[in-house]
């Protein structure tokens, strides 16, 4: 009997050491997930960044030349591409004065000379994302030839007409 609970309370201890042991396993791989998860993301995150290449009014402090915290994480992402890499730094005005856009304009140049990055390198300008892009006065103008275009093709194609 002794030795029937002696062996009972081994396998009940050997059975809590694995339990203990596969929890240890399982949060090392769920701490492993995470990480793998927030890195992939923090990728996705600064290829963003630096397709985008643009500083916002709210990368800057209100009102203020600084950049903020988003801005500082933004500037540092751009900053470290354009060491490596020649391209546009778009900053955008937004509603502010224009002095206060220069000495915006002004404290990110000098935060790109601190971080290395080459004068020649970055070219600044007020423009969007994408570059200058077309201005949606040419969209309408060419989407309204289209539609004149479709809807005279229609016409002459139910009348019999070829129209080219």
């Known amino acids: 009997m002794r030795l029937c609970g002696a062996l009972m309370i081994g396998l009940a201890c050997g059975l809590v050491v694995g339990c203990q042991e596969e929890a240890t396993q399982s949060k090392a791989n769920k701490n492993l997930d995470a ?6 993301n923090n ?23 600084q950049l903020n915290d988003l801005g500082q994480r933004d500037f540092a992402v751009l900053a470290k591409h354009f060491t490596e ?38 070219t600044v300008s007020d ?6 892009g077309m201005s949606s006065e040419r969209v309408v103008t060419i989407l309204q030839k289209e539609t004149q275009t479709l809807t005279t093709t229609r016409r002459g194609a139910s009348s019999g007409m070829i129209t080219q």
Do not use: C, D, W
């Open 43 to 65: 990728i996705g995150v600064e290829n963003a960044i630096i397709t985008q290449h643009t500083l916002y009014p709210y990368h800057f402090v209100t009102g203020g030349e």
């Open 85 to 122: 890499h020649p391209g546009v730094l778009n900053i955008r005005r937004g509603e502010v004065s224009a002095e206060l856009y220069n000495g915006r304009v002004a404290y990110v140049v000098s935060r790109l000379k601190e971080a290395g990055v080459e004068k020649n390198r970055v």
């Open 35 to 40: 990480e793998l998860v927030n890195t992939l």
């Open 127 to 132: 423009e969007m994302p994408g570059g200058t």
